[in-house]
């Protein structure tokens, strides 16, 4: 077996790069413009896509709050409603009646829920008796009602009381029933624009 010196070897495989042989070279395929054009457009839908995406979000969040505020308020009214219930007295009387105090039992939660409210229990009376003695006796309606309230644990200092006697009768009529709806205490929101909220 004949052996070729290494030297050789080396130098044939020498000569045979210089005679023609070519480096292996790697072809980098080139995109077509078809394609290109394709992932830009697949690109460009992506994004409106995502965009939709982002503003059908946004709306159906703003469609929430607007539902959200609307409840919000729908809420604060009956609310209002239920501070703003009146209670009414016997003949010549100042104290709570039992369905009247189911009636202030009702405004309690709404002021414990509601720190800031401030109110103003306004007494009346009706049309019988002097001037002197309806405001007076208006002024002991009135303080019966925050008294009541205060007793379930609502701050005086919230509270504020008027008399207006007979000036400002609900009913102009001159029998019992309008005397009945004349005797009274009212109760007003003090609070300016005051959204009331439900614990």
């Given amino acids: 077996m004949t052996r070729i ?11 045979a790069a210089s005679h023609g042989a070519h480096p292996l070279t ?17 690109h460009a839908e992506s994004l409106q896509a995502a965009a939709r995406a982002r503003a059908d979000e946004e709306r159906l969040a703003e469609a929430h709050r607007a539902d959200s505020l609307a409840a919000l308020n729908r809420t ?3 609310l209002k409603q239920t501070v703003a219930e009146k209670i009414h007295f016997a003949f010549d009387k100042a104290y709570i009646r039992p369905g009247d105090a189911e009636t202030l039992d009702r405004k309690i939660p709404v002021l414990q829920a509601n720190p800031a409210l401030r109110i103003e229990v306004a007494g009346n009376c009706d049309e019988r008796g002097s001037d002197e003695y309806n405001l007076a006796l208006g002024n002991r309606r009135a303080l019966a009602a925050k008294q009541y309230l205060v007793n379930h644990g609502i701050d005086g200092s919230r509270v504020t009381t008027v008399s ?20 009274n205490d009212q109760f007003d929101i003090l609070t300016a624009n005051v959204v009331l909220r439900q614990r």
């Fill in 5 to 15: 010196p290494l030297l050789v070897l080396a130098g044939l495989v020498a000569a």
């Fill in 26 to 42: 790697v072809a980098t395929p080139q995109p077509n413009a078809d394609s290109l054009a394709a992932a830009q457009r697949a």
């Fill in 76 to 78: 604060s009214e009956i």
């Fill in 164 to 183: 207006y006697g007979k000036e400002r009768p609900l009913d102009p009529g001159h029998n019992e029933e309008a005397w009945a709806r004349n005797r």
